[in-house]
């Protein structure tokens, strides 16, 4: 086994070693092992003047964190084990999308359940290990804003509020 060191967003990090352990493991995900291959395959390179990642993976102007990710034999000798600052990038982009569209499905299904926005983007920072440091709220709370769309259809699929169909569900205690 070899490992990747990946630049990243403190709440990447947090999601990926609690999702995956540490040293991260994405053969537990095949979408992002997948991906991540695919990015050190092509050697993506189109943007790299645009990105400010320093060559040996330590600490950008982009990136404050970094954490270690484990590249299998197979992967390691067919396409080697670096990304190029676009890559970085991109694959950054990709998990960032996975977490926010978790967060948003996490928290507008505990809404139509009868708990308060502020209840739910707390119960999923819970339930994802993040801090308020990490993952803020107000961050949370503005990508929402920003996806009122996706609520919309979201309350046009499965109504406005499953409380009014049943039993309502709160957590007790």
Do not use: W
């Not at 709440?11 to 540490?22: A, D, P, S």
């Not at 291959?37 to 400010?52: A, G």
């Not at 929402?144 to 259809?153: I, P, T, V």
């Not at 499965?158 to 039993?167: E, K, L, M, P, R």
């Amino acid at each position: 086994m070899h490992e990747l060191i990946l630049p990243c967003k403190s709440y990447v990090k947090r999601y990926l070693i609690n999702q995956f352990g540490n040293p991260v493991d994405l053969r537990k995900n095949r979408h992002y092992y997948d991906y991540l291959k695919l990015l050190i395959q092509r050697k993506i390179c189109r943007f790299n003047k645009r990105t400010h990642i320093k060559p040996d993976g330590s600490k950008s102007s982009l990136y404050s964190h970094s954490v270690k990710i484990i590249i299998d034999d197979d992967t390691f000798n067919r396409f080697g084990f670096d990304l190029t600052p676009t890559s970085v990038v991109k694959f950054n982009n990709f998990i960032e999308d996975s977490i926010k569209t978790q967060a948003r499905l996490f928290i507008f299904t505990s809404t139509s359940f009868g708990h308060t926005r502020v209840n739910a983007i707390q119960d999923f920072q819970d339930a994802f290990g993040f801090s308020e440091d990490e993952f803020p709220a107000e961050s949370i709370t503005k990508d929402l804003q920003r996806h009122s769309d996706f609520e919309k259809k979201f309350k046009k699929t499965f109504g406005t509020s499953v409380q009014n169909y049943g039993t309502c569900v709160h957590q007790t205690g």
